[in-house]
Antibody
């Protein structure tokens, strides 16, 4: 079964750094985009960016450009999001998801949907 | 602030049919970019429900159906069941923002 396994919950203080992970299993990790999605407490879903493990091409959502770094390590089929200096407002659940499309309805990256999701990593930032 | 607008909540009795609208614009739903729908059960990760407007992934009951017209899309749930209580989100790509966008989300309550 295709799956994405995310790292466990984290608690940090403002100003600290953090890197969370997402490991893919049972599919060719290198040839499918990975998306990161934020969900703040009680709020909706927000796209953070996507990365193509095969060549590490990364596209950041404008709201997250410069605030996080998305990366991959294809040798262990893992994708990451990292913060250099967390803020209280980074408190949220972060999901990774496989992104792509197929068939006649696929018009390139604009058609991408997220078909497999990780269970999420809850990040709490508090002093 | 999302560019895809959904009603905050909809409700229905078991067995009824409910619809959720997703209103966008000429830079997202009105383009070739498809509309997709996700179901998020309480305390769980989102799950793909409908892709490319009308297609159901394997395992999704045919009680769920999608449609699109112009700059809007809709998700219909027929034969509403208690297990359908969840948050539902539409998603597309916005060519003006160069970003994947989600709808504001709709909470479905089964009365």
């Amino acid at each position: 079964e295709v799956q994405l396994v995310q790292s466990g919950a984290e608690v940090r203080k403002p100003g600290e750094s953090l890197k969370i992970s997402c490991e893919g299993g049972e599919y060719n990790f290198a040839t499918s985009w990975i998306a990161w999605v934020r969900q703040m407490p009680g709020k909706g879903l927000e796209s953070m960016g996507i990365i193509y493990p095969g060549d590490s091409e990364t596209r950041y959502s404008p709201s997250f450009q410069g605030r996080v770094t998305i990366s991959v390590d294809t040798s262990i089929s893992a994708a990451y999001v990292q913060w250099s200096s967390l803020q209280v407002s980074d408190t949220a659940t972060y999901y990774c998801a496989r992104a792509g499309c197929r068939g006649a309805t696929c018009y390139g990256s604009q058609s991408y949907y997220m078909d497999v999701w990780g269970k999420g990593t809850t990040v709490t930032v508090s002093s | 602030q999302s560019v895809l607008t959904q009603p905050p909540s909809v409700s229905g009795a078991p067995g009824q049919r409910v619809t959720i609208s997703c209103t966008g614009s000429s830079s997202n739903i009105g383009t070739k970019a498809n509309v997709h729908w996700y179901q998020q059960l309480p305390g769980s990760a989102p799950k793909l429900l409908i892709y490319a407007g009308i297609n159901r992934p394997s395992g999704v009951p045919d009680r769920f159906s999608g449609s699109k017209s112009g700059t809007s899309a809709s998700l219909a749930i027929s034969g509403l069941q208690a297990e359908d209580e969840a948050d539902y989100y539409c998603q597309s790509y916005d060519t003006a923002l160069n970003d994947y966008v989600f709808g504001t989300g709709t909470k479905v309550t089964v009365l």
